[in-house]
């Protein structure tokens, strides 16, 4: 009967696969995305446009290591392709050094292997007697794009996690059949679009959420593991078993931790039982580092699961009212387990973590995104859609969410009837004799008593055996389920309902709380099945109660009526399973079918426009050869949002193709991303303040006066923006241009520092972009700090004394030096450069502590008499280039590089006169002082060049020094923990 349960979950689990490749077979056929999959795409478009640049720009410059070239080269390009700089949106933003960044390099790692194969001679010599074939196979890897690969990963991952859900209830112990319909159902929650783990969350016509599915696919095998470590199911078997050997095992092993410093082989020399355990650690350490890699929302997930596993059985200690010692016994070792199982994770994680949390600073919280993603629904709400069943059977009867509650039910029972389960209370039964009528025994169980046996996989033949259903180690691994539940279910009520108590928890006040569905998910999934096997075996029990049990058989048919008894329960569970999937699956055929349905349309008409967006895509990347910058190709609220190729925006297609676009949010993080949303079409100033060089429009739109059209096809129309010496048709401001009209470096000053926090600047940069100032070169230099000190004014000192300054309180208040507190709106802050406003510069800016400005002189000055641009160029967004002619004594100028601030960007400069043959080296000091980038509004790179002369300035992303020691770091502990783990393995 076992086997055949065996080979049934099998079949189970191989529908549900097929199931899925079959209805969401269309998925990689898509030839155009309309969701975040665009996004994801252009992630990963980037990830190999930086493998190709890092690899030769790290040959170059590790060519001195003549013994290590080939190591250094590898971790030099590993460096670049872990923290690089995404150009795509919003001024740009180093997405590597925030976002999860492994899934990307592992897909473009095994296409780039893939492609690389027909190359191998080897290959060929294998498959030289059919010419014909090879040649087509080569053919067709080679024409493998990375976008249809892409797509096949994503499409695969789908398809499979059922395989996970199987892996990870059977991981538990669970019966093969309970997780053979786990596998049925795991694909099948619907919700509304909640960001679950339903299909809506990642299909084509849904979200688009492949980032969440790199994560979700690990993370019930995280799950299982976890729960399945911290229950000790081995030891107290072992102790079972044979008590005197395993207390020598334990009185041994036991000195381990503490001989950890002076005796670290003893810590791994141990027995094969314990081995075991240790497996289920590793296991556990392995799954959860490669969940969070996939997503850190869903690790952060994890890593808040894990107490809540660990101490479970104080809790259930507590509830059954046993020794305050025993539960203080049980706590401290909780504890201990559970750091030992969260820190591996985050070392070997620490190159992302920690430099995240520093770099907290640069890393925006958007007010355009809406409330509810960051402080969820509130209880009310929830609790209503779980009553109603929107949380996990939209658009059906709420036969999923009833489960559910079945299972948590069951496993409370059964839990609550087994007693102690606690360490050295694992013990088997006194053996009874049951040859003589083992029906007995089994008739005389209550049902919770015999769903324990299905839930754990003890057979009726096993109740007279070794292992009991009265074994009460088997249901630690089923106990933390109802707790993980009703965990996730109370983080899902977000900060709506717990106001600021979540945030204690790191980075919580930054998450979108309405993602801990995916964590209610999850366990869901563990705790449906639970839920058939318990109503199985009940409907089993009452059969077998009143029409198996009434006929009187002697003793010599009690093994008869136990096979009728299993052929019950089984015949039983088919047809609920039957039945389920009757009543569930057709609403996941409907979603499909017509999945299919706009995929086919999508690709239809994009055929149809295919040459014209392949044109407009190479024409633009001609351009940007030798005229770099930005696109305008509409705003979602606007003539943009129609504007598209199949049922995707033109400003979504573009960027994903590598186009550095604006006014398209796929994510919200770089400190321009909300300030972007004031720029305004008509007004020229905008487009060079943001170097948007090229529009792309409908050929039904109207032009802009200063769009000059460059190309034209049906689809669309291609211009160039073309300003004009004078500005007379600009409503707010009226003066001659006296800088580089387009440019991604340009001159200008920054005659104030502008102190603030990262949540309070959004106000005074949006008066900033709609006055005079960015027309005139001026930009102020924002320094972002702590909310307490800007607040406070305390990042007033004596080095920024001599130029005039003033602190965000909030975002409509702000604080001068002289401690008045002014409103931002009625009193906007004036910028004043030196030969301006000559009386709010201290001396020692002047030529010479005698000298002064002359009025007349001031009025007439503009800053091209100070500082030009001779020239440029850029290589892959990663470095940029000029030359700068400081002309004259400028307090205040800066040279500006129009891309999104943060530290990792790096100023090498050089001055020309000093060495005309010298290359550009990074540089602390020019002419004796000190050089340093600063952020200038609305947050773009600057550097400030105040001495006369010709320079070259390079800016250069550069990975942070941090991340890559953390990473060497990382590396070494998992090197180290291999060989210590083959080392001292048991044989």
Not at 157 to 174: A, E, M
Not at 456 to 472: A, I, N
Not at 559 to 573: G, H, P, T
Not at 906 to 926: H, L, M, Q, W
């Amino acid at each position: 009967m076992k086997k055949l349960e065996c080979i049934m979950s099998i079949l189970m689990v191989t529908f549900a696969i097929g199931f899925n490749l079959w209805l969401y077979r269309a998925e990689p056929t898509a030839r155009i995305d309309p969701n975040d999959n665009s996004f994801q795409y252009g992630l990963i478009e980037r990830t190999n446009e930086i493998w190709d640049w890092a690899e030769t720009r790290c040959q170059q410059s590790t060519i001195q290591f003549s013994s290590f070239q080939f190591p250094f080269s590898i971790f030099c390009t590993l460096s670049y392709l872990t923290d690089h700089w995404v150009p795509n949106w919003a001024q740009g933003y180093n997405l590597p050094y925030y976002y999860s960044h492994i899934p990307q390099i592992a897909i473009v790692g095994t296409w780039r292997s893939i492609r690389s194969i027909p190359k191998i001679s080897i290959f060929k010599s294998q498959f030289s007697k059919n010419v014909s074939n090879i040649e087509n196979l080569i053919l067709k890897i080679e024409n493998l794009s990375l976008f249809t690969y892409y797509h096949l990963i994503i499409y695969l991952l789908l398809c499979f996690f059922p395989l996970s859900v199987f892996l990870s209830l059977r991981i538990l112990k669970l019966p093969w059949l309970t997780a053979g319909i786990g596998a049925l159902l795991s694909s099948h929650i619907s919700t509304d679009g909640l960001y679950g783990m339903d299909p809506p969350s990642f299909i084509w016509r849904g979200w688009g959420l492949s980032s969440q599915l790199f994560a979700m696919i690990f993370m019930p095998l995280a799950i299982a593991y976890s729960i399945r470590y911290f229950s000790e199911i081995e030891n107290s078997k072992h102790e079972a078993r044979n008590p005197k050997q395993y207390q020598i095992e334990k009185e041994k092993n036991s000195k381990s931790f503490s001989f950890l410093i002076f005796n670290f082989s003893n810590l791994f020399r141990i027995s094969n039982f314990e081995f075991r355990i240790y497996s289920s650690y590793l296991l556990s350490v392995l799954f959860i580092t490669l969940t969070t890699m996939g997503h850190l929302g869903l690790g952060l997930m994890l890593f808040l699961a894990i107490p809540v596993i660990a101490f479970t059985r104080p809790i259930m200690s507590f509830l059954r009212q046993e020794p305050i010692k025993h539960m203080w016994r049980e706590a401290k070792t909780a504890f201990v387990k559970t750091i030992l199982l969260a820190l591996p994770p985050i070392l070997l994680l620490s190159y992302w973590i920690i430099p995240t949390l520093l770099g907290d600073v640069y890393h925006n919280v958007s007010f355009w995104d809406p409330i509810w993603k960051f402080n969820s629904y509130g209880a009310k709400e929830v609790l209503v859609n779980l009553w109603n069943g929107f949380l996990f059977d939209w658009g059906r009867l709420p036969i999923f969410t009833g489960l559910v509650f079945v299972g948590i039910a069951a496993v409370f029972i059964n839990t609550n009837s087994m007693g102690d389960t606690s360490e050295g209370s694992c013990k088997l039964p006194e053996s009874r004799n049951c040859n003589e009528n083992p029906d007995k025994t089994v008739r005389n169980m209550s049902v919770v008593r015999r769903l324990a046996r299905r839930v754990s996989g003890v057979r009726d033949e096993d109740v007279c055996g070794t292992r009991s259903w009265q074994d009460p180690c088997i249901y630690g691994y089923i106990a933390p389920l109802p707790f993980l539940f009703l965990f996730f279910l109370l983080l899902y009520f977000g900060s709506t309902t717990w106001g600021g108590i979540l945030n204690l928890i790191p980075a919580m006040n930054q998450f979108h709380q309405h993602r801990f569905i995916v964590g209610l998910h999850l366990v869901a999934l563990f705790l449906a099945p639970i839920g058939i096997t318990y109503v199985a075996q009940s409907i089993t029990n009452i059969l077998h109660k009143f029409l198996i049990l009434n006929f009187q058989f002697s003793n010599n048919f009690s093994n008869f009526k136990f096979q009728i008894s299993n052929w019950l329960y089984l015949c039983i569970f088919i047809f609920l399973s039957l039945y389920l999937c009757y009543l569930i699956y057709p609403q996941t055929l409907s979603y499909g079918a017509y999945n299919q349905t706009l995929i086919e349309q999508a690709n239809g008409n994009f055929l149809k426009v295919k040459s014209d967006t392949e044109l407009l895509v190479t024409t633009l990347k001609s351009l940007m050869k030798d005229n770099p910058g930005r696109v305008f190709a509409g705003r979602g609220g606007s003539w943009g949002k129609n504007f598209q190729i199949a049922e995707t925006a033109y400003f979504m297609y573009l960027s994903a193709n590598g186009i550095p676009t604006v006014l398209w949010l796929p994510e919200t993080w770089s400190n321009n991303s909300d300030t972007e949303q004031y720029f305004s079409e008509d007004v020229p100033d905008h487009y060079s303040l943001y170097n948007i060089r090229y529009v792309v429009a409908p050929p039904s739109q109207s032009p802009q006066p200063f769009w000059k059209l460059v190309k034209e096809n049906p689809s669309w129309k291609l211009y160039g923006v073309q300003l004009q010496t004078s500005n007379l048709n600009n409503p707010i401001s009226n003066f001659q241009y006296s800088i580089s009209t387009f440019s991604y470096i340009s001159a200008g000053s920054s005659p104030s520092i502008v102190f603030s926090d990262k949540l309070s600047f959004g106000n005074v940069i949006r008066l900033w972009i709609q006055s005079p100032y960015p027309g005139k070169g001026i930009f102020p230099e924002l320094r972002l700090t702590g909310k307490k000190s800007a607040s406070q004014g305390q990042a007033f000192g004596s080095y920024f004394s001599a130029i005039p300054n003033f602190a965000m309180v909030d975002e409509a208040t702000y604080r001068t030096p002289d401690g008045k507190t002014h409103s931002l709106f009625a009193q906007p802050p004036q910028y004043m450069t030196p030969w301006e406003w000559p009386e709010a510069y201290p001396q020692i800016h002047l030529p010479s502590p005698s000298a002064t400005y002359s009025g007349a002189l001031a009025k007439n000055k503009k800053i091209s008499n100070y500082i030009n641009i001779l020239s440029q160029s850029s290589d892959t967004d990663m470095v940029f280039r000029a030359t700068v002619e400081v002309k004259e004594q400028c307090p205040t100028c800066v040279v500006v590089l129009k891309e999104t601030y943060h530290p990792s960007w790096s100023a090498f400069i050089r001055k020309i006169s000093d060495d005309e043959r010298g290359e550009p080296v990074e540089s602390i000091t020019v002419n004796g002082k000190k050089v340093k980038t600063i952020n200038v509004f609305p947050s773009f790179v600057g550097v400030r060049l105040e001495e006369p002369g010709t320079y070259k300035v390079v800016f250069s992303y550069t990975p942070s020094k941090l991340k890559i020691l953390l990473m060497i770091a990382s590396g070494v502990l998992l090197i180290v923990a291999g060989v210590i783990f083959i080392k001292y393995r048991p044989q």
